[in-house]
T-cell receptor, first 117, second 112 residues
Framework: DSGVTQTPKHLITATGQRVTLRCSPR?????VYWYQQSLDQGLQFLIQ???????AKGNILERFSAQQFPDLHSELNLSSLELGDSALYFC????????????????FGEGSRLTVL | EDQVTQSPEALRLQEGESSSLNCSYT??????LFWYRQDPGKGPEFLFT???AGEEKEKERLKATLTKKESFLHITAPKPEDSATYLC?????????????FGSGTRLSIRP
């Protein structure tokens, strides 16, 4: 158990809909990363927050947004969903801005599997 | 643009048959290179961090090495429980842009 909690584990929705994925980082971790993993793309970096502030952005679509709250949990909002958004969405946390004690040591949750029909 | 390429995509070995996985990277300045293991339906699990060319790290049957252009994950006398997808990732300087970029992974299967 990594200590990172993601909900929901599975989500099935229709095209055009909006969903929110939630992540609770390990206790004390200030940094949260979001990744998308699909069969043909591998793990794609979406966005990173550190102590409530956005710190790095990857190829995140404009239809997607995220935030980190004062209690350090994070939410990833996906709107106007398309079939191609079906994927596993992972949240990872670390204690430092640039990774954990070993730098780059991210602790991943079990993921939220999104299916868009 | 920072890039990570892993090969082969898939590798099937007999139990006890040693081999190596490759990770080639292109970054403006390497802050760190990382190896993760991912089991089906699970999140990646951290294995190693390598910082500079010539560095090596070991854990049980795994040894990771780093050159200026690539990293290798050597697997010695693997067992079926080593079957997983192995992911390589890099972090470039400056660290203020702290995104960590992953390769597509190598799916390793060890037959008893």
């Amino acid at each position: 158990d990594s200590g990172v909690t993601q909900t929901p584990k599975h989500l099935i929705t229709a095209t055009g809909q909006r969903v929110t994925l939630r992540c609770s980082p390990r206790s004390g971790d200030l940094s949260v990363y979001w990744y998308q993993q699909s069969l043909d793309q591998g793990l794609q970096f979406l966005i990173q927050y550190y102590n409530g502030e956005e710190r790095a952005k990857g190829n995140i679509l404009e239809r997607f947004s995220a935030q980190q709250f004062p209690d350090l949990h994070s939410e990833l909002n996906l709107s106007s969903l398309e079939l191609g958004d079906s994927a596993l969405y992972f949240c990872a946390s670390s204690s430092r801005l640039a990774g954990g004690a070993g730098t780059g040591e991210l602790f991943f949750g079990e993921g939220s599997r999104l299916t868009v029909l | 643009e920072d890039q990570v390429t892993q090969s082969p995509e898939a590798l099937r070995l007999q139990e006890g048959e040693s081999s190596s996985l490759n990770c080639s990277y292109t970054v403006s300045g390497l802050r760190g290179l990382f190896w993760y293991r991912q089991d089906p339906g699970k999140g990646p699990e951290f294995l190693f961090t390598l910082y500079s060319a010539g560095e090596e790290k070991e854990k049980e049957r795994l040894k990771a090495t780093l050159t200026k252009k690539e990293s290798f994950l050597h697997i010695t006398a693997p067992k079926p429980e080593d079957s997983a997808t192995y992911l390589c990732a890099v972090q470039a300087r400056p660290s203020s842009a702290s995104k960590i970029i992953f390769g597509s992974g190598t799916r390793l299967s060890i037959r008893p």
